[in-house]
């Protein structure tokens, strides 16, 4: 797949050329113009990947990047079934997003300097706190990353992850050999079958990887994180508005957890509830939704239809039916009230 | 003096150790003490090999259940099948809504209905029957899978496509149980067939005026959802990128080779430098060049989605491929052949679509029916460009969280399914050849 990464450079350059180019026609009309006039949004999302997007069996995308452009389309809509899913390999996200073929990016997308400065998008607010872990055989006796001195490791070709251990390894002088994947399913089965000491990924790809494993229990994640990768949702470069929208669904979905507020009491906390913080939230007083051209009850709307950050993460990161159960308690997708970095700005 | 036996001696049956199957085994197999060796090494390599599929395939495999968990709870060395026939209706159909999937059904049964008569024996027109296929049943196919508003272009295709195939119908119904036509059966009906050329021909042309304009009319009433082709996929989505491609591949095919063969040296330059263009690099380039370069090179507001720009680009590629095949196919024929044609007054139209054509594509239907199982094999390649075609389908079932990492299954089940179809195209190619072969055998 040389030929995929050379093309992805090209594809790439392209984006940053015409970048410029587009975002200034663009403007003449407002992405909630646009979007308002076509009747539904158009929400990037990748290639399915367990937890974030995927497909059943019926066809339907779900999963918790799903939810966020369902959210967004909620708040704009009042009808978070106003959505296009549009779904594209990792090669053309950024350019089918700046030349307009998309509203948003909702993906496992890394927040890096590079992409929101170069790219012609803007990362608007991080929905999810990922990083690089290694996963071992119980049995191997590696109870930390410092223990895999001379260790064979499984990692997907073409990728950060490879380029995260390669330093990890240069760092600390491990000399790790990585044993490098195009298909993750072999990588997976490759490290099963004990073609590897370890395996590296997302914690997140981890938890959901030894999950399907015939035995998770004979495995663990080790502790460490290698790597910071803030995954969050992206708009076009340029549009300050849309920007805000989506940045601001984001910041309700976690506002509402705060709160307490979830898709089952909303009715009741929007007319019953005495913290003036919810009262504006939801629309009950106040007029915080005029900046961000949209109606009064755009975040009843959200956390209606689509539920609160805790809510959903419990439905599709956490231990529900479709999730992949990645545990929230202690990490960085917490709320900060609990020690994570889940923080929404005030609403006010 | 001799011994003379009036009645002929009947012939012996072969020895035992020619004839029977332990005679042949012993021949084939047993022959030496080196090759007995081999046989053995060989029966026992298959043996290993058949017992490892039956016991992970069949016997310790799991046919029902909910997720891939449970299919692990039920049997840890079998094959989890459930899965796929969890996800059958996207493999076949990829995202297309669950209740409105007989409308593709109804329309490759339309396609069939209206190839049919190509096979029928006694049925006249089929390079009229064959034309109306590519260039009429897209348009009625088109409105079948996407459904929407019909514009009046659309709504006159429609119409024209119903028209066709209705009397393509009963055109080939009458062709085979009567052995008459539709033409002499409504000339017949209306009287007009002793009557003048011209007479019957305004009968005719008055009788499809007729028929275009009830069909118009009934087809204003009825609507189908729209369904955007973001949601096509599955096997439906692979047969409709490559079967546009087969049917554009020959006829750009042939109009690229002739343009290579031509002597006027524009079209050849030209021909030429877009085969080799097209051909030196790879199906995966030429994708990507279509769907993410393209549309830099449009003006802004101009957008054509991704489904057609891919199938643009299969058509091209194929096109170039199947001109060198066509090209080969030309070749063959010897000069004498076109020095004949002129001899006898043809120009080059008629020399090329009576003489030179029928004889090279003949020669050339081995090669052409492998492009063809080229194209169907390439098609899949549209999944790297995100299009969720059979393969894309496959691989999203081990992403599924109730199907999470069952990939072999899925990928084991499309291996079977492209066997099937292209084995079938392939000994229909041995048909066809057997069929047209003019060679003085035996």
């Keep these: ?348 | 003096m001799g011994i003379v036996n009036a009645t002929k001696t009947p012939a012996r049956s072969a020895p035992l150790s020619e004839g029977s199957v332990l005679g042949w085994l012993r021949i084939n197999l047993f022959s030496s003490v080196a090759n007995t060796i081999l046989t053995v090494v060989a029966l026992y390599i298959i043996f290993l090999l058949v017992r490892g599929i039956w016991v992970w395939g069949i016997q310790e495999a799991v046919w029902s259940a909910e997720s891939r968990r449970e299919c692990f709870k039920i049997s840890k060395e079998g094959a989890c099948w459930a899965g796929v026939i969890n996800w059958l209706d996207s493999i076949f159909y990829g995202r297309y809504p669950r209740e409105e999937i007989w409308r593709i059904n109804v329309g490759g049964l339309l396609l069939v209905l209206w190839m049919a008569p190509l096979w029928i024996p006694r049925v006249k027109g089929k390079v009229i029957i064959g034309l109306t296929t590519v260039f009429l049943y897209p348009f009625l196919a088109g409105y079948f899978f996407s459904g929407g508003e019909k514009g009046i272009f659309m709504q006159v295709m429609v119409s024209a496509a119903i028209v066709c195939l209705v009397a393509i119908t009963i055109h080939a119904a009458l062709g085979f149980f009567a052995n008459s036509s539709l033409l002499q059966f409504l000339l017949r009906i209306t009287g007009a067939d002793k009557s003048s050329e011209k007479n019957q021909r305004n009968v005719l042309l008055g009788l499809l005026a007729a028929a275009f304009i009830g069909v118009f009319v009934w087809q204003m009433s009825w609507q189908f959802e729209s369904v955007t082709w973001t949601k096509w996929g599955g096997l439906f989505l692979t047969f409709v990128i490559s079967g546009i491609g087969i049917a554009f591949a020959l006829p750009g095919g042939i109009i690229l080779a002739l343009g290579r063969r031509s002597k006027l040296p524009v079209i050849k330059v030209l021909s030429t430098t877009f085969i080799e263009l097209f051909r030196s690099v790879p199906l995966i380039t030429v994708l990507f060049m279509a769907t993410t370069m393209f549309p830099l090179f449009m003006p802004d507001g101009f957008a054509i989605n991704k489904l057609v720009q891919v199938i643009i680009a299969v058509c091209l590629f194929n096109a170039c491929y199947m001109a060198e095949v066509v090209r080969a196919g030309l070749q063959a024929i010897p000069k004498g052949q076109e020095e004949g044609a002129y001899t006898i007054g043809l120009g080059y139209w008629g020399t090329m679509g009576l003489i030179i054509m029928p004889q090279a594509l003949k020669v050339m239907i081995p090669n052409i029916v492998g492009s063809f199982i080229g194209i169907l094999k390439d098609t899949t390649l549209v999944s790297i460009i995100g299009l969720f075609d059979i393969l894309g389908m496959l691989r999203a079932i081990s992403e599924d969280v109730f199907w999470r990492g069952l990939h072999h299954e899925p990928l084991l089940f499309g291996a079977a399914l492209f066997f099937i179809l292209c084995f079938a195209m392939s000994k229909y190619s041995r048909h066809l050849e057997a069929k047209l072969s003019t060679d003085h055998k035996d």
């Design chain 1, 1 to 348: 797949m040389k030929i995929t990464k050379l093309l992805t450079s090209v594809a790439t350059a392209g984006a940053i050329l015409v970048s410029g180019a587009v975002s200034s026609s663009a403007s003449a009309e407002s992405t909630l113009e646009t979007v308002k006039k076509r009747g539904h949004l158009r929400c990037q999302v990748g290639q399915p990947q367990p937890g974030f997007y995927n497909l059943d069996s019926k066809g339907n995308w779900y999963g918790s990047d799903v939810s966020i452009c369902q959210a967004v389309a909620a708040a704009v809509f009042g009808d978070k079934t106003k959505l296009e899913i549009q779904s594209t390999t990792s090669a053309k996200r950024f350019i089918a997003l700046a030349a307009g073929d998309s509203d948003m990016l909702s993906r496992t997308a890394t927040w890096t300097l590079l992409r929101d400065s170069q790219l012609g998008i803007d990362f608007t607010t991080v929905n999810f706190y990922d990083g690089q872990g290694f996963m071992v055989r119980k049995d191997s006796g590696i109870k930390s990353a410092m223990d895999l001195k001379g260790a064979k490791v499984c990692v997907s070709t073409g990728t950060t992850t490879e380029l995260n251990l390669a330093d990890f390894s240069r760092t600390n002088n491990l000399n790790i050999s990585p044993v490098t994947f195009e298909d993750k399913n072999v990588r997976n089965q490759t490290y099963v079958k004990g073609g590897c000491d370890a395996m590296t990924n997302d914690k997140s790809g981890l938890a959901s990887n030894k999950a399907a494993f015939a035995n998770p229990d004979e495995h663990m994640i080790l502790p460490e994180t290698i790597s910071k990768e803030p995954l969050a949702p992206a708009v076009r470069h340029g549009d300050n508005q849309w920007a805000d929208i989506v940045r601001w669904t984001v910041n309700v979905m976690i506002a509402a957890e705060e709160n307490g507020v979830t898709s089952a009491n909303v009715d009741d906390m929007r007319t019953n509830s005495k913290n003036p913080s919810v009262r504006r939230m939801l629309g009950a007083e106040g007029n915080l939704n005029e900046g961000l051209g949209l109606s009064k009850d755009w975040a009843y709307n959200i956390i209606k239809q689509v539920g609160n950050y805790g809510e959903v993460y419990e439905k599709y990161m956490g231990d529900g039916k479709l999730g992949i159960g990645i545990p929230r308690k202690g990490s960085q997708n917490a709320l900060w009230t609990k020690g994570g970095l889940m923080y929404s700005p005030p609403f006010r």
